[in-house]
């Protein structure tokens, strides 16, 4: 399927959201079909604790860029995965995560904000979290089960996004990492030092970057 036909089945309700919901599966192979998988950069590596740097041209680069992600995404076994966890310094990340009503949401989102929610909508959430750039590793982190992301889409075009439960941890998760935060960055020292524990015990199912 071309870069234009599956973009043009992408739209925006009246609110402004990201209609994500629709023929995700259509849509994530043509993205993934397209593109080529890269390794996994991990914990330490200096793309991923920094910010990245804005997404300023809307072209083909960034379109095969976005294949690539959703590619690389798959063969990772992830639900998002961000630009900089491919080396990549560009505010740019890419889901597909269903939320806690069992929708599947998929999608790419450029320069994205975390809007600030109302204090009677910030019911937390512990769940356990993991990232592929702390490979096999798990803890426990208190995030907001409701979230919204504003940003851009491949186009440019100013797009939100939201999502409920494991989805919204995901937007939380994934903006997070493009402003230089891995979810271990928010832990304890302690509970991040186990997670470092069990990541060096442990052994990534994908290829990753070693760092030198």
Known sequence: MAQQETDEQISVDDEGF???TEDCEARE???R?????RPITVVGNPVLHKECADVTAFD??????IDDMFASQRTAEGVGLAANQIGVDLKVFVYDCMDDDGVRHVGAICNPVLEELPPAERVLDDANEGCLSVPTAYAGLARPDYAVVRGQDAKG??????????????????TDHLYG??????LSKRDRKDALRQMDEGTPRYEVVPND
Not at 60 to 65: N, P, Q, S
Not at 181 to 186: A, F, N, S
């Open 18 to 20: 990201l209609v994500d």
């Open 29 to 31: 192979a043509a993205y």
């Open 33 to 37: 079909e397209r593109g080529t998988s």
């Open 60 to 65: 083909g680069e960034l379109a095969r860029l």
């Open 157 to 174: 075009n100013p797009v939100r996004v939201r999502g409920n439960g494991y989805f919204a941890r995901c937007l939380q998760h994934e």
């Open 181 to 186: 935060y891995l979810y271990i960055d928010r």
